[in-house]
């Protein structure tokens, strides 16, 4: 029973990062139709900050998430300016490639840069904290990444759903000529979404960095892991992506355990081919 | 279209003749090539047995009355007519690249002969170009058993294999057993699922058998997971008396943590050459990594007691390179290097068959390895490696398994964390 | 584009690619010219299968590298586990590629634009990690080619590139060769049409399923006789060398920077990348890890923005004046 409860909420926090790792992506698909394909690199960037934001000057990821929120606003700013715009409605795939380009430029940049070696933060204050709850072990800075990423996708919908901002962000979804002509300044709502994007994923890599080890690979897994959730919740749909990432990360866990650990991506990814075969656009897709 | 292509291969090829000819040596070159994975993920190993091997070119071709190794005193090889020239190469860990950059040594770098690869995936194709063209493949750390199984007549390796490091792990076991009263009957293995892991476990696995250690947990993973937990909490759940692991780098670190996270830990836990003998990982994890155990090849506690030369060698021309004592595989490499040169010197010249022949037969002095002889048994292993156990205690191995070497009394069973 | 002067061009390319092995010292030897030469044929030959479905067809598959791996693996058991030629396997290498195809496309040609892509990378990690595990095909620890006899028999050579480039060639032209064929022929223009607007062209009475499970079927039958032949010539086959998303990768880049859906894109592609490739690593090792792949990163990025229909795109640019050039989208 203990066994059961350990899993079930391994694979609840596993979740809840899933879902701060792509709530950002999951907003810019639903905007621009555009996949971020950089977006586990971007994740390594805002880890890298807090790695070296804590090793040199010693503040604790549990403040530098903020520093590496706002950088990785201004990379996702940067990339949609430099990179995404200029390859918009070209080829198909073109930003999607564009950004692939990036993520190579980005990962061996900092291969290059910082070597492969892998970076872990030792004593930060969350480290190695632990709580029990219904005999389960829980730990810390898992569960405030968790909590977190309560509070981003919470804060992301309220953005989208209940703001003049988020009907603007909405109306350009929709149609983006009509939201021209009704004055909205798309352009700068398309910056927008993909800094929000960015900064999201800051968040996450800041909070990660608690209790990760930073190395130039790292974004991969992850970044995989965001695409079969954003495309699993369906097309731009928060409350979908936040969905599907609990039950990959679910799935993840009881396969782990139950079935067989070499198993649980294959079983994340079966899961996606699965559902998206019964619902082609996803869980909450339209 | 086709023209241009010759253009551009024949400017090519004068830019690479102009670049190799311009070093004009009063001796003669013999080159070796240095294939280790310079990019990829385990670049920083790659590059630091690429400055260990050429630590120990330095030590053959310049005077060194300093150090007492058999080549250190004299400039050069064979008189001084003969010095030794290093060409790094990079596989990146892809074995692809590593059959493709050994063809290049061979045939376009005229290599005498290559010493690599580091990673037993990429060994294994290299050596085959090597095995083909009958040409010297030198081979310090990849561990995997299967590369001298495989009945080579140029292949030489230096390091112990998995199988040689997991029966002293299971005679550790049974001596602890008989002697200490330690109880010790069941094995849990996590490993990550490479060629690397699975070797390992399978040896894990046959080694076990010897002395009924019952195998209650048999964990593969995927290496560069997200997360280990379900893994961790199988290997709780099946509780085993001693756990084996297989884990490099920054699964090494993940596993730990995730342990501590859990609450868990076996009476002991031993890994095979991983991230536990990498000194950057452990002090990333600091007193977390205390009483684990593991096998190693080296150590810079027994180089004091056991390879005085070695220090110097280090100390000399390794560390300015790397910024770092040598660790368990680059200080292999280096070995082999010596060795290859012995031999070269001893054939009176570059001969491949005259140098196969001398390596294959005669016994070398090493100033580097724990045994301090190197000898290869007919399949190419090396009958003297010699690996001893270690257990860590504040970032120092300490040296507690074969008996001969042991300098320190181990925690055994391991502190578990909430004592700590 | 006139067919006759892209036709002079074909039989004027092979002319000269084939008279390449009879000049000695070229590509013969243990030459790296012979091994980079050798490679842009093949990953011309990889990129142009996957030029088929995804070009031509416009269902841009990131999943190419299972089929390719399924040939890789063909011709390692046939050697490695059952002892005999690869000649054995290849044949079913391509056919068991074509049939899997088949199965997962047939459901997955139903999901759309970037469902469809994020379908292909996750089959890739599926058929990669069960690779990884499953002990029939070698598992982790992949399938190490023994020590063989060199020629043609066991196509194998130890000390000479010639018959691998030949391979290599003959490879190249028969997928060069179908692509020709079919760009002239009813399927072509079927796939155009498709790729166009599927609704019209079904209206038109084409059934745009079978054509495209053809073309998949096609294209993954050729990728898989080019994995056969990427599996003699490195003597090894292993999960995450020939079935995964790196390899995917190459697929896709090689075109898409030569020119997606253009004839001769794939060879510019492989032309420009495989040698950029080859000898950065082997002479730009001193710039520290990982340079040729930053300039790579760059190169995606300008060749998207700019031009993203490739090098051919640039060329076209060229040959008819910057007015054109301008006109086109």
Known sequence: MSNFMQVLIDGLLSGLLYALVSAGLSMIWGVMDVINFAHGEFLMVAMYICYWLGFILKIDPLFTWVASGIFLFILGAVTYRWIVKGSLGKAAMAPLLATFGLSMLLKNFCMNRFSPNFRLLSGTLLDGKTFEFCGAIISLPQFVTGIFSLIVVAALYWLVKKTRLGWAIQATAMDKEAAELMGIDTEKIFLLVFGLGGACVGVAGGLMTTYLAVHPEVGGLFSLIAFVVVALGGFGSIPGAFAAAILIGLVESFTGFYVAAVLKYVAVFAIYLVVILVRPKGLFGW | MKQSKRTVFIAMLALAAIFVSSAAFAAEEIKVGALFPLTGPAAVSGQNCVNAVQAAVEVINKKNADINDPLAAQEGLVGGKYVIKVVPADHQGKPDVAKSEAERLYNQEKVFAIIGCYNSSATKPASAVAERAKKLFLCGCSSSAALTERGYKYFFRHAPTDAIESVEFVDYIAYLNKEKNAGIKTLGIIYENTEFGKHAAEEAVKAAKKIDLKIVADVPFNNGATNLNSEVQKLKSANPDVVFGAALGGDYSLWVRTMKQVNWLPKMAINYCTGYQNPAVQKELGSDGNFFMGGMGYSPELAKQFMPEGIKIQDKYYTPKSNQPFDSDSIQEAVMMMVLAQAIEKAGGPDTEKVREIIATQEFPSTMSLSGKVKFSPDGQNAEALSVITQLHEQSYKTVFPLKYKDFEPTIPMTPWDKR | ?329
């Open chain 3, 1 to 329: 584009m006139t067919l006759t002067k892209k036709d002079k061009l074909w039989y004027g390319f092979i002319i000269c690619a084939v008279i390449l092995p009879f000049i000695p010292g070229v590509i013969g030897g243990g030459s790296f010219f012979g091994h980079v030469a050798t490679m842009i044929l093949l990953y011309a030959a990889m990129a142009q299968s996957w030029n088929i479905i995804s070009g031509y067809g416009g269902q841009v598959s990131f999943g190419h590298s299972v089929f390719f791996g399924i040939g890789a693996y063909a011709a390692g058991l046939a050697v490695v586990t059952y002892e005999t030629l690869p000649w054995y396997g290849v044949p079913l290498g391509m056919l068991t590629a074509a049939v899997v195809s088949i199965l997962i496309s047939y459901p997955c040609f139903r999901l759309k634009g970037h469902y469809f892509a994020i379908a292909t990378f996750a089959i890739v990690e599926i058929f990669n990690r069960l690779f990884m595990i499953w002990d029939a095909v070698g598992g982790a620890l992949g399938l190490d080619y023994p020590i063989l006899d060199d020629g043609w028999k066991n196509f194998s050579w130890s000390d000479t590139k010639t018959g691998y480039y030949i391979g290599a060639l003959a490879i190249f032209i028969v997928v060069f060769g179908i692509v020709r064929w079919i760009e002239k022929n009813r399927m072509g223009y079927y796939l155009l049409a498709v790729r166009e607007g599927q609704e019209t062209a079904e209206s038109l009475g084409v059934n745009s399923t079978i054509v495209k499970l053809g073309a998949m079927a096609l294209s993954a039958a050729l990728a898989a006789l080019c994995g056969a032949f990427f599996a003699q010539y490195n003597y090894r086959v292993d999960p995450p060398m020939v079935m995964s998303l790196d390899m995917s990768m190459k697929f896709v880049l090689i075109t898409i920077l030569g020119g997606i859906g253009t004839f001769w894109g794939p060879f510019l592609g492989a032309l420009v990348l495989i040698p950029l490739q080859e000898y950065t690593r082997a002479y730009l090792t001193h710039l520290g890890a990982g340079v040729d792949l930053i300039i790579f990163g760059i190169i995606i990025i300008i060749v998207m923005i700019k031009e993203p229909r490739g090098m051919m795109g640039l060329l076209s640019y060229f040959n008819k004046g910057k007015k054109e050039g301008e006109a086109k989208l």
